[in-house]
């Protein structure tokens, strides 16, 4: 059965981001770059269902730029079989997105996909549900803990009220959650074997996919600067000023 | 004749018919005469200079000429590969996330833990180095993809670094000069899932210890084995390990590298805690007459050979410098900017910026010229002169970024609460192993 994981270049969740002096996104340039978290996660769930025989193969696949063949080879290092880089440069709309992962997901006849819950740089949490949307298969999203028993899949997803376990029929769309797992350390000799596992790039054409224009970023702007606190001296005071500023 | 020229002489003529006059040496003005007409000669020898340039265009361009850029000078690069770049990310992950937090308690119980060592051993350092014909996983020797990888393990901690990369040192030791039954003996063990723990044994207890006048010595035998007899000190994790390769000066030969297993009957282990490197469980190893069989010898005590390994040893002791030295700075410029004394971060007085920049300053030459030897090493070039350049460097301002960081941490860099006193003592080591600075 084979597994297919989508993992996402974003700016690396140490780097304080900045805003671009225009207003036209956040500045890439020079900083640091790496695999989305919550994709490592999908990434570390599919290798230990491959390592408890549950699936077969792991396909890693991207969509992006020359530089987003960096983010495969860390998937490959992972432990992902093969990887699929659609090629695509400029900015990508999140329904062309989906569109093309769908597209790569029945081309290569997988059985399960995962995915991040969200990628740290859009916070968008919608890429996994529009697949299944497309192609009207079942989804768990949030997923904590994940089994995998002949052609079902068990799914406890974090939900408000507590956790949620759902059952799915295969194929299946499965978005990651912090706590599914802690991703291992990749291991020195799997970065360099990495370079060896074939890695195939395909464009959204060849893939019968066109480019949606139902988004457009009008802004990007930096947060409002946080004024500096007040102190208060008696309990009193604290009252006082609170409901001065209508809060009680 | 043009202006200036006619001014010229007619200075220089001014100047013979006065000197000629007896009546002004009479007068006593031929001093001040003569400097008054000099002035005036000389000034409008300056003039004349000036003046006789005159700019006009002697031929037409037609569009503006400049130096083309030199070509892409790939000698002198030293960016790492992409896959570097991968590797080295690998294991600075894993040192701060796991060696920075064992650090102060592994400093203080004088070993590093158990689970650690394991953990880094199944990160691969050691297999990454053997190849693939042995089962593991090299596919290419790179003296820059070590310095990479010792320096990323040193921004975790220096001790820790240490005590996990001993192992991978002999391990590369076998892979470089091992013969295929020194290799088909011991290296199967270095790509299993239980790393036997060793180390290289080169430093003696000696004073201005020079690693090419070994006082271990080593005497052949007439059934072809070895006797040895010495001390080796600030060995590390000499108490656990289970294969040493030591250095000693063969007798008739010169100095040269013997696989020791740790069993061997007369070795005995002294511990030897130290001011730092404490994470690294340094020891002394004894060596009473042990006797070692012919095939212990590495490649026949080729004196180049022992010569590669010292640099070889010395440039790992600058990569790990280095990397000591990116941590205090990395620690260093968030408390400088959040330190607050007299009203405002402490980064705003010059003399604490002035000193941080300087540690950046100096860490990339440190950096520079290490990784400049490496990639000499790396090609094969003779590297000694650039590994020494690099040793001096790296231990003249490791020792003092160590210092200038427990400086900057003021009361708070001599507790050990903050790893700066650590690392002061830890980068000490640096011009101490594989040879005093001074020899």
């Given amino acids: ?248 | 004749m043009n202006t200036a020229e006619v001014m010229m002489s007619r200075g220089l003529r001014l100047l013979n018919r006065f000197s000629g006059l007896s009546a002004i040496d009479r007068l006593g003005l031929r001093k001040p005469l003569e400097n008054l007409i000099f002035q005036g000669t000389r000034n409008s020898f300056r003039t004349a200079g000036a003046v006789a340039r005159t700019f006009a265009a002697t031929q037409k361009l037609l569009q503006p000429a400049r130096l083309p850029k030199a070509r892409g000078a790939d000698l002198f690069d030293l960016s790492p590969t992409e896959e570097q770049q991968m590797l080295r990310e690998a294991v600075l992950g894993f040192a701060l996330e796991q060696l920075r937090p064992a650090a102060q308690a592994a400093d203080a119980a004088l070993a590093a833990p158990d689970e650690l060592l394991k953990q880094s051993a199944e990160l691969g350092i050691a297999i990454m180095g053997i190849p693939e014909a042995l089962g593991g996983a090299g596919n290419e020797r790179s003296a820059m993809t070590n310095v990479l990888v010792a320096e990323a393990m040193a921004q975790g901690d220096l001790g820790l670094a240490v005590a996990c990369l001993a192992p991978a040192a002999v391990s590369t030791a076998l892979v470089l000069w091992g013969d295929e039954s020194q290799q088909a003996k011991y290296l199967p063990a270095f790509v299993g899932e239980n790393l036997p723990a060793a180390a290289l044994a080169l430093q003696e207890p000696q004073p201005l210890f020079d690693p090419f006048a070994l006082k271990t010595r080593a005497r052949k035998q007439a059934d072809g084995g070895y006797v040895i007899d010495g001390i080796k000190s600030l060995v590390p994790h000499a108490a656990t390990a289970e294969l040493f390769i030591i250095a000693a000066e063969l007798e008739g030969i010169g100095p040269a590298l013997f696989i020791v297993e740790s069993s061997s009957a007369r070795l005995s282990i002294e511990a030897e805690p130290a001011m730092g490197l404490r994470a690294a469980a340094t020891g002394r190893v004894v060596l009473e007459n042990v006797v070692l069989p012919a095939e212990s010898l590495l490649s026949s005590a080729n004196a180049e050979v022992y010569a590669e390994c010292v640099q070889l040893s010395r440039l790992g002791w600058c990569a790990l410098a280095v990397g000591t030295a990116q941590a205090a700075l990395d620690y260093l410029i968030p408390y400088v900017n959040e330190r607050i004394a007299f009203g405002e971060p402490i980064s705003h007085r010059q003399s604490v910026a002035f000193n941080v920049a300087n540690i950046a300053i100096e860490l990339e030459g440190m950096r520079l010229l290490t990784y400049r030897a490496a990639s000499r090493a790396e090609r094969g070039s003779d590297f000694a002169q650039d590994t020494a350049l690099a040793r001096k460097l790296c231990t003249d301002k490791g020792m003092s970024i160590g210092s200038d960081a427990v400086q900057l941490l003021g009361g708070h860099g001599f507790i050990k609460e903050h790893p700066a006193e650590r690392w002061y003592r830890d980068l000490r080591a640096v011009g101490l192993m594989e040879g005093v600075l001074l020899v």
Avoid: W
Avoid at chain 1, 3 to 16: E, P, Q, T
Avoid at chain 1, 46 to 53: C, I, N, P, S
């Fill in chain 1, 1 to 248: 059965m084979k597994a297919l994981v989508s993992v996402k270049r974003v700016v690396d969740y140490n780097v304080r981001i900045q805003v671009k002096p225009d207003g036209s996104g956040v500045v890439t340039d020079g900083v640091k770059m790496s695999m989305n978290p919550f994709d490592e996660i999908a990434m570390e769930e599919a290798v230990r269902l491959k390592e408890k025989g549950k699936i077969t193969e792991i396909i890693a696949v991207t969509i992006g730029g020359a530089k987003c063949e960096e983010t495969l080879r860390t998937a490959l290092a992972f432990g992902a079989d093969r990887a699929v880089h659609v090629k695509e440069e400029g900015d990508i709309q999140p329904l062309t997105a989906a569109s093309a992962l769908a597209a790569v997901f029945k081309k290569e006849d997988a059985q399960l996909f995962l995915l991040g819950k969200q990628a740290i740089d859009d916070d968008a949490n919608q890429t996994g549900q529009m697949v299944a949307a497309l192609l009207d298969l079942g989804q768990a999203t949030f997923a904590s803990k994940v089994d995998i028993d002949g052609s079902k899949i068990t799914v406890t997803r974090e939900v408000d009220a507590g956790l949620e376990t759902l059952e799915l029929d295969l194929p299946a769309i499965v978005t990651t959650d912090l706590r599914l797992n802690e991703p291992r350390y990749l291991k020195l000799p799997d970065i360099m074997k990495a370079k060896k596992k074939p890695l195939e790039a395909i464009s959204f054409e060849a893939l019968g996919v066109k480019p949606a224009a139902g988004l457009k970023t009008l802004k990007t702007t930096a947060p409002a600067k946080r004024s500096k606190g007040v102190m208060v001296k008696t309990v009193d005071e604290l009252v006082t000023a609170l409901k001065g500023k209508g809060l009680l």
